[in-house]
């Protein structure tokens, strides 16, 4: 079984009716750290890293790029650094962060499909080893930068492969009408720009990304198949010699027991027998996946407050988060399994429904859920929140931003800290003519 299929971190344990994470009493953690706590655990995010690299061990020209939208601090990068990841970027701030953290930018990719000048300035200066260009539009602006800073840029063409794929409509990205990349019918188009006028451009090959949460084998096959075929049509057709592709995000996790994510060696398997099947020439295939890799590492820890009882209807039990620190419920209808980390194993059950602090009906974190009974001061761990849970947090009623630590053999490190009253008003800015 690789990480991604199971819904608990790998150190997670049972002991004396508390869980236990990375050798630490995860009550011990929320009283020490308070709460909401993100936490993460280290062998669980080696241990994901390990499986994707067996995976492809058979296929010397891969290159793993960690998706950073996915969960992006400096201890992290540290760590995926260490295990010989590169990072796929989106914003001048995760580039910022890659590079502070000292990662040999060759090894980075910037993605996205509205860049702005001052981040591809930034990019450039840096020396990101590749940019993943996404429209007519960005490949003119890179040009007239690169040729302002007497740089040449390597880039791949971002192209909307044409899958349609079983995942919510907002993750899904590779369909054709999709606001990222190239349409099939415009590769040609950009192509020629970039031999005939795009100077300080060099086509180096593809990239599509077929969206996130991915179970579905077939669309990866589908999705290698097409790049491999355009990679040779325009190779022929233009005398290049574009040898890379970018496959884009990894596999789906498991959030709830209704869940089934494939292996990671198996989606190297449909990833390198498409790449037999249709190959000549066997291309550097990158892939980047975000959400398989930190996922399931991280958990959200809340302390339970006030409960009501909707008469002859459900009981909510509210949370001291939420949908600003884990927006993907309110926004997706994303469903997540919890436990309690302060009574697992108490027999006494009911069904309740999770809600959240913030000011929104919708702020509901885990609708009807089996849990032991619930008191005030429980501690609730929500599994699977290492992704797009604090990379898509929100300040929302001004509220501080949670800390996360990190938890490895029983040690526990604080790797970002608890946002404070006094970070909140940091930028606001009283004109003088209001000051009293
Ligand atoms: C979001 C994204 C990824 C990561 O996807 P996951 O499903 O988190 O693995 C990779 N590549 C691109 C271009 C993306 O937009």
Known sequence: MSVNQAIKPVTLEEKNNHLYL?????????????????VLDEKSIREICKNYKEAFKDYSNIKMMYASKALCTSALVRILDEEGFG?????????????????????????????????????????VG??????????????????????TVEILLRITPGIECHTHDYIQTGQIDSKFGFDLSQIDEIVELIINKYSNIKLRGLHAHIGSQIFELKSYYDEVEILVKEISRINK????????????????????????????SDLADAVTS???????????????????????????????????????????????????????????????????????????????????RFCESG??????????KLNPGDIICVYNTGAYNYSMASNYNRVEKPAMVLVNNSLSDIIVNRETLDDLISKDVIPSRLKK
């Open 274 to 356: 498409a790449m037999h099947k249709y190959a000549v020439e066997i291309p550097t295939i990158y892939i980047e996946p975000g959400r398989s890799i930190i996922s399931t590492a991280g958990v959200t820890l809340y302390t339970v407050g006030s409960s009501k009882q909707v008469p002859n209807g459900r009981k909510y039990v509210a949370v001291d988060g939420g949908m600003a620190d884990n927006p993907r419920p309110s926004m997706y209808q994303a469903e997540y399994s919890a436990e309690v980390a302060s009574s697992v194993n108490s027999k006494n059950k009911e069904k309740v429904t999770i809600a959240g």
């Open 363 to 372: 702020d509901i974190l885990i609708n009807e859920i089996e849990l032991p």
């Open 130 to 151: 590749r940019f993943s260009v996404d429209n007519f539009y960005e490949a003119e602006i890179l040009n007239k930068i690169a040729i302002q800073k007497n740089k």
């Open 87 to 127: 990072f796929d970027t989106v914003s001048a701030g995760e580039i910022y962060t890659v590079y502070k953290s000292g990662v040999n930018m060759s090894k980075v990719l910037f993605n996205g499909n509205n860049k702005s000048e001052k981040e591809i300035e930034l990019a450039i200066d840096l020396g």
């Open 237 to 264: 057709k233009y005398s290049l010699d574009l040898k890379e592709m970018n496959i884009g995000g990894g596999v789906g996790v498991k959030y709830t027991t209704k869940d089934e994510p494939p292996k990671i």
């Open 22 to 38: 990375g050798g630490c009493d995860l009550v011990d953690l929320a009283k020490k750290y308070g709460t909401p706590l993100y």
